[in-house]
């Protein structure tokens, strides 16, 4: 799937939620889905490669999900992510972005 991930258009949207895409800061958004019904804490540590993970509620039924630590390991930034961020939530504008791998999905993907 091709999607225009600068833009928070209803059908970008709509298609992450449902499909999980996976942003890497070099390449281009990989389609994900989760091993059973939802992804786990482990499964998304694996995925992400890290220890901890943050899940930020975009608050239009999607969630970004990064290594927890990404920024203090020195992650590279990841463009299409924070792009993606930014379209939808523009107040964090110069306050936060994406470093290294990050995960867009709707909540029903997660666990509880």
């Known amino acids: 799937m091709k ?29 994900l889905m989760p091993k059973g019904k939802r992804f786990g804490g482990d499964e998304l540590n694996e995925l992400l490669g890290c220890r901890t993970i ?5 608050e239009n039924g999607l969630y970004i999900i990064v290594d927890g630590e990404n ?17 939808i939530q523009p107040h964090i504008k110069g306050w936060d972005y994406v470093a ?5 999905c709707a909540r029903k993907f997660l666990s509880k």
Not at 10 to 26: C, D, G, N, Q, Y
Request: hydrophobic share 40%; no cysteine.
């Open 71 to 87: 920024k203090l390991n020195g992650q590279p930034y990841n463009h299409l992510a924070t792009s993606f961020w930014l379209t």
């Open 3 to 31: 999607l225009t991930f600068l833009t928070k258009d209803k059908a970008t949207v709509e298609a992450l939620k449902l499909e999980p895409m996976i942003f890497r800061p070099e390449g281009e958004p990989q389609q």
């Open 54 to 58: 943050d899940v930020v509620n975009l």
């Open 100 to 104: 290294g791998p990050a995960i867009i």
